[in-house]
């Protein structure tokens, strides 16, 4: 079975650029996660999607960072415009309801650097 | 958990010997316990999880015990070995109606051969 894949893996822009990354979660998971990783740092979550409803994002910073998640499978992060600070790892996770555990599936993250 | 920036507690153990890493929980109503374990350049992976209602569980060479009374969880590491090198994880969650995991502060493992 196939994992939580991100892409791209590596991202270098400019300050002021756009960026966006995708997430495609594992086959059959309804709640999907976007978790902000600084260096040195324990992920902090942006955003939490349960199918295509976005049920928590109280964290995402809403005046430059946007998500979606349109047919409840694939989502896509967004900055526009990105700033010097948002140079981060951005991790997808997900994780289903059909079973009572914590646990959370993750992907390899989308590490972004912004110049 | 808080963060501690740039400067991650840090744990060097002897390859064969077992190693404990602690983390202290913030919130008294979280439910579930979960440990991740970060290898560089790669997503967070589960290693084991405990609820509110147990006080030890054992998996495959990692044993997880937690402490309610001082908010306190462990990681024990039997006969550690170089893969286990990483950065370690204690994340907590409210389970009834919040899905939200919350990270604290990793520990870094580093086995010496």
């Known amino acids: 079975e196939a994992g939580v894949v991100q892409s791209p893996r590596y991202k270098i822009i400019e300050k002021k650029q756009p960026v966006a990354f995708w997430c495609n979660p594992i086959?059959?998971?309804?709640?999907l996660y976007w978790y902000l990783q600084n260096l040195g740092q324990g992920p902090e979550l942006l955003i939490r999607y349960e199918n295509e409803e976005a049920v928590d994002d109280s964290q995402l910073p809403k005046d430059r960072f946007s998500a979606e998640r349109l047919k409840g499978v694939d989502s896509t992060l967004k900055i526009q415009p990105a700033e010097l600070g948002d140079s981060a790892v951005y991790l997808c996770?997900?994780?289903?309801?059909?079973?009572?555990?914590?646990?959370?599936?993750f992907g390899e993250g989308s590490r972004l650097t912004v110049l | 958990g808080e963060s501690v920036g740039l400067h991650l507690p840090t744990l060097s153990v002897q390859e064969g010997d077992n190693s404990i890493i602690n983390c202290a929980y913030s919130n008294s109503a979280s439910d579930y316990f979960i440990w991740y374990k970060q290898e560089s350049g790669k997503g967070p992976q589960f290693i084991i999880d405990i609820r509110s209602n147990m006080d030890k569980r054992q998996g495959q060479r990692v044993t997880v015990l937690l402490n309610k009374t001082v908010k306190h969880l462990s990681l024990q590491i039997a006969a550690t070995q170089p893969g286990d090198s990483a950065v370690y994880f204690c994340?907590?969650?409210?389970?009834?109606?919040?899905?939200?995991?919350?990270f604290g502060t990793g520990t870094r493992l580093t086995i010496i051969p």
């Open positions: 086959s059959g998971h309804n709640t």
């Open positions: 996770a997900s994780s289903s309801n059909r079973v009572n555990t914590g646990e959370l599936f």
């Open positions: 994340a907590e969650k409210v389970d009834f109606g919040n899905e939200k995991l919350t």
